[in-house]
């Protein structure tokens, strides 16, 4: 049977005929004397046949758990076989994430029932489409209605610029928060503005539990689904609060819903989690509202601003 021929080595493969002839000769294992063999004969041995890439005493290299669950080799051989098995595990990890992604929503539809915010054209929604003009409303300043809209123009370009980093760059230097409050009234396109967030997170592989908040306080009565509600509250990559706080209403929130948001919102700031809110409410009411602590962990959470604009619906 004819031997298989040679194949062509790369850097990691010369990288690791260097590391082998540092050892001495009395020193080297049986694998390590094969694997220099195969060197000087001009294949590759950064990775076995199949591309899986080897390790200094000539076994396979273990797998390392990501941050999403896929274990995968911490590096890959640059050779013809490495570059292959490493597209194939590039394909997994996608297959992989898509499925995880699919799992999360399905069950936090199932979980969260109606207050799990799902749009027939959620994908449709993109920064392009998100009104950033509106009509002068009758007895305002031409001034300050083009300083409005220029507000509404510099606050979508600030979630561009998360969607495509994944972080505030363009105000870093107003704070670490890793959230986005939007303040205005209703009709203004806060909702709109933050649900195009959600279909390019996906598409980055990461999940966003968008929740409606005044449903999702109807069902975290029920002691039996507020655990596991809690948990993914805190938990989730990405966490869209909408509509929160009551404008009707003056007097403070219960004790068990001050108790929900500040474990929500607790967690969510030791991890440093992104957290996305849009509300009604201005600064001092949701504090009348929340309460001082719950206020000030929104205030840590996220960048504040207030959406100017008129009743788009």
């Known amino acids: 049977m004819a031997s298989r021929p040679p194949r062509l080595p790369g850097k990691r493969s010369a990288a690791l005929t260097r590391q ?5 000769e009395g020193r080297r294992t049986f694998l390590q004397t094969r694997m220099l063999s195969a060197s000087e004969r001009g294949d590759c041995i950064g990775c076995n046949q199949q591309g899986e890439p080897l390790s200094i005493e000539g ?16 590096e890959f051989c640059d050779c013809a076989d490495g570059v292959s098995f490493q597209k194939r595990i590039q394909r997994q990890r996608r297959e992989f994430v898509q499925q995880d992604m699919q799992m999360r929503r399905t069950y936090a539809q199932r979980l ?26 009758e007895g305002v300043d031409e001034l300050a209605h083009l300083e409005a809209e220029g507000e509404r123009i510099y606050i979508a370009g600030i979630v561009e610029d998360y969607i495509e980093n994944l972080n505030f760059h363009h105000i870093r230097s107003k704070g670490s928060q890793h959230g986005l409050c939007l303040i205005g009234g209703p009709g203004v396109g806060k909702t ?21 908040v005044p449903e999702l306080l109807r069902l975290v009565k029920n002691p039996e689904l507020a655990e596991n509600m809690l948990k993914v509250m805190r938990t989730a990559e990405v966490l869209f609060l909408d509509d929160l706080g009551n404008p009707l209403f003056a007097d403070p929130v219960s004790p068990e ?30 504090e009348e509202q929340f309460g001082t602590y719950i206020l000030s ?4 959470l996220c960048h504040m601003f207030i959406l100017p604009g008129i009743d788009l619906r």
């Open 297 to 300: 962990r929104i205030q840590t």
């Open 20 to 24: 082998l002839m540092a050892i001495p």
């Open 112 to 137: 969260f029932g109606p207050a799990f915010m799902t749009h027939p054209s959620l994908y449709e929604r993109n920064l392009e489409t998100w009104p950033q003009e509106f009509e002068r409303q």
């Open 59 to 74: 076994w396979a290299l273990p797998v390392t758990l990501e941050s999403n669950g896929f274990a995968a080799p911490a």
């Open 257 to 286: 819903v001050y108790s929900l948001f500040v474990c929500v919102f607790d967690a969510r700031l030791k991890h440093n989690r992104p957290t996305f809110i849009t509300t009604n409410l201005d600064e001092d009411t949701l």
């Open 192 to 212: 709109g503005l933050i649900s195009c967030i959600e279909p390019l997170i996906a598409q980055k592989g990461r999940f966003m539990l968008s929740l409606y």
